[in-house]
């Protein structure tokens, strides 16, 4: 074997053996990286349920069941109940407002003396109110109280106007949302 071919063989064998070890480094690089992102310790993620229980979904107040006049104030009673995995803010709002007396019937929500929302019917839309400033706990219902009443002064001009409604209801979670963000 000539020098020339016994410096060759050298360097093909020293290139080998350098591609074998690089190979090995870089699967023992990619093992450890692979562990590394599967097994890190005490990083647990979970997801909540939000879910609230209006009324059990029955009207707060049934159509024809008072014809309202000038100077009447109708109280009616409903709850609102967290089933949700956590504590939550929550909005109450009117949506599919209708009728005349939207513009017309004051309505002020109650939490025992102390006022959430009050305005008329067709400003209690889901932009225009916010969230209530106590949290609604775990597994807490708070009864609550709607008031309606028909201003003395809207006078005559308000016979034969109708109000119709949907009460909603919107929650979120406490945590991690200090700004009471809703979507």
């Known amino acids: 074997m000539s020098a020339n071919q016994n410096t060759t063989s050298k360097k093909l064998t020293a290139s080998i053996v350098t591609v074998i070890v ?3 480094c870089l699967c023992i690089t990619t093992f450890a990286l692979i562990w590394a992102t ?3 310790e005490n990083n647990l993620f979970h997801t909540g349920i939000v879910k609230i229980n209006l009324n059990d979904g029955k009207p707060v107040i049934e159509e024809h069941e008072f014809l309202f006049e000038p100077g009447m104030t ?3 009673d409903f709850f609102i ?3 949700s995995t956590w504590d939550v803010y929550y909005k109450l709002y009117f949506t599919d407002v209708e009728g005349g007396l939207a513009d017309v019937l004051d ?3 109650k939490d025992g003396e ?3 929302y009050s305005g008329k ?3 209690l839309t889901r932009e225009n109110v916010g969230a209530a400033n106590d949290v609604l706990k775990l597994n807490e219902r708070r009864n ?3 008031y309606f009443h028909f201003p003395e002064e809207a006078g005559n001009s308000t016979q034969n106007l109708v109000l119709t409604f949907s009460m909603s209801a919107d929650a979120v979670q406490t945590k991690n949302n200090p700004n009471k963000l809703f979507n």
């Open 22 to 24: 690089l190979a090995i």
């Open 38 to 40: 599967v097994s890190v």
């Open 74 to 76: 109708v109280k009616k």
């Open 81 to 83: 109940e967290n089933q």
């Open 107 to 109: 309505i002020t929500v």
């Open 114 to 116: 102390k006022i959430l």
């Open 121 to 123: 019917a067709s400003d």
């Open 144 to 146: 609550l109280t709607v």
